[in-house]
């Protein structure tokens, strides 16, 4: 059974996918299950990857990393995802090597919600902000 908004990955192909809509069945591609991605919080290695936040007026900016994450082609942040509180509201943007890790929502009503990472060498990274 899949729930909504959990993200899988093929370990085979690299294909990766988020559930719209929770179902009963397995999800598989080329052949083998596909694996479900647990979001790591805590940062203990070099490079840093979670996700933090700074307010200013009505912006909230969403950077990765206290010390900016690298992006270049062998190592990069391949996109930042943002999900309201009651999960009606999912925002994500997609990142290239070259760009910054950072991604800014506009808007006079930002409350809690959930930014999520995905690093194409370590996995998927998430952070609350109230």
Request: aromatic share 10%; glycine share 6%; hydrophobic share 35%.
């Amino acid at each position: 059974m899949t729930n909504k908004l959990e993200m899988y990955k093929c370990e085979i192909c690299g294909n990766f996918i988020e559930v719209v809509l929770a179902g009963a069945g397995e999800l598989v591609c080329c052949g083998e299950p596909m694996k479900l991605q647990k979001a790591n919080t805590t940062d203990a290695a070099g490079e840093k990857h979670v996700p933090f936040f700074i307010k200013k007026d009505d912006e909230l900016e969403i950077k990765i990393g206290s010390v900016e994450h690298p992006m270049i082609p062998e190592h990069y942040i391949q996109f930042i995802e943002v999900v309201s509180a009651d999960e009606r509201y999912v925002k994500r943007k997609y990142l290239n090597p070259s760009e910054k890790p950072s991604f800014t929502l506009k808007g006079y009503d930002i409350g809690k919600l959930t930014a999520r990472e995905f690093c194409n060498l370590h996995g998927l990274w998430e952070a609350k902000h109230d």
